[in-house]
Structure formats: C-alpha cells, structure tokens
C-alpha cells in the first residue's frame, strides 16, 4: 500500500462543475495535510492546508479532512479551464522522524 | 518579497559526473527541504536541512548530499550520476522558528537530464 494514493485520473469536468479529488493515507500519525497545483511544466504551487477534522474553505476551494477515514479531500466550485493541472496531496508526518510524503498526483482536466 | 529561487534551471550532464544544485529560500524561512520529482510523480523526500544540519533524510541514496549556509541558502550535490537521476529537483522553504516548518514553498525546480 502506497503511503498517500491518490486517483491518478485524469478527471474531466465541465466549465462551472464542482471538481473533486481524493487522497487517502497510512499513517495514523500524520498531522498536517496541503493540497498543491502543478501545472506542467512548473514547479508545485500551495493551494491549501489543513489540520484539523472537517471542512476549511478559501474561495472556490475547500478542503476536507476526515482523520478516522484517514482521508481528505479538494473541491474546487465553479471549474474553470485554468483550474486545469495535476494536484497533488502531501501528508506530513512525524512518525519516525518528520517527512512530508506526496501522492502521485490526480489530473484534472476542465472542458470549456 | 523574493520567493525560493533555485539555479540552473536546466542542466545536462552525463553518467558519472557529479552536479551542484542551489536554492535560496524564500525571505523569512529557515527551512530547506530537497525533492526529486520523476515524471508522471509526485516529489519524493530527498533531505531536510535547518541550523546548516541534516534533520531529516528520506531514501536516498548517499551519492546525494547537500549544504546548508548561514544564509539559510542550500546546495543539493549528486555525485556518480546514473540516468534514473534523470528528474525535475525542487527546493522548498519552510519556517521552523516561527512555528510554520510544516507549510512549504517550492521554488521553480532544476530539470537534470543524464545522458
């Protein structure tokens, strides 16, 4: 078992769609969790991060974090053709030593 | 505020040689921390440097070594290059001191082609 998996897609939406991508984690341990954007090409760029259990919203984003599922999840409202990128989930954690692990990365692809 | 900032941008080189990679963190951030992105992956964890020390390593191998300068600056060094080293390397800063070593920053990346 992959220690952050993630959809790798690719997921097609259409303009103005709700987009949503999942990623699923190992360790019990893990404290913090991030979403990031890459568009190709270009380094990985923060989008959002998140603590605690339950949804955190930043405009058309929200993230949501269910630690007994081990789960978490980006919605991104309104899709846009611009949204379109790989977004990769990072799980940090601090068993046996801090270490930030990424997924694979799901691509999104939003139609217009 | 400058953000991370990494060079060369491109670099080829060939098997056996050995490579330097630099990063400046972005203002503020004490915290380096070293990924390879291979294509069609997500980074992997090279190494971690804060106070000029290692704190933490991820599996790597140890042809792959780094620096960290007073500046809080960072050198990434790959000795022996083999083709799979072949990837996109990507600095990223973080702020220990100020309680935010968990949020990262990349920078624009390094692109390493091994012929």
């Known amino acids: 078992q992959k220690e952050v998996e993630q959809n790798s897609g690719p997921l097609s939406v259409p303009e103005g769609a709700i987009a949503s991508l999942n990623c699923t984690y190992s360790?019990?341990?893990?404290?913090?969790f991030f979403w990031y954007r890459q568009y190709s090409g270009k380094s990985p760029e923060l989008i959002m991060f998140i603590y605690s259990n339950g949804d955190k919203e930043d405009g058309r984003f929200t993230a949501q974090l269910n630690k007994a599922s081990q789960y978490v999840s980006l919605l991104i409202r309104d899709s846009q053709p611009s949204d379109s990128a790989t977004y990769l989930c990072?799980?940090?954690?601090?068993?046996?030593?801090?270490?930030?692990?990424f997924g694979a990365g799901t691509r999104l692809f939003v139609k217009a | 505020d400058a953000g991370v900032t990494q060079s060369p941008t491109h670099l080829i080189k060939t098997r056996g040689q050995q490579v330097t990679l630099r990063c400046s963190p972005k203002s503020g951030h004490d915290t380096v921390s070293w990924y390879q992105q291979a294509l069609g992956q997500g980074p992997q964890f090279i190494f971690q440097?804060?106070?000029?020390?290692?704190?933490q390593r991820g599996n790597f191998p140890d042809r792959f070594s780094g620096h960290q300068f007073p500046n809080y600056s960072s050198e990434l060094n790959v000795n022996a290059l083999l083709l799979g080293d072949s990837a996109l390397y990507l600095c990223?800063?973080?702020?220990?001191?100020?309680?935010?070593?968990?949020?990262?920053?990349f920078g624009p990346g390094t692109r390493l082609l091994v012929l």
């Open positions: 990072a799980v940090n954690s601090y068993t046996g030593g801090f270490k930030t692990i």
């Open positions: 360790d019990r341990g893990s404290q913090s």
């Open positions: 990223a800063s973080s702020s220990y001191l100020a309680g935010g070593e968990e949020t990262q920053y």
């Open positions: 440097y804060y106070e000029e020390e290692e704190r």
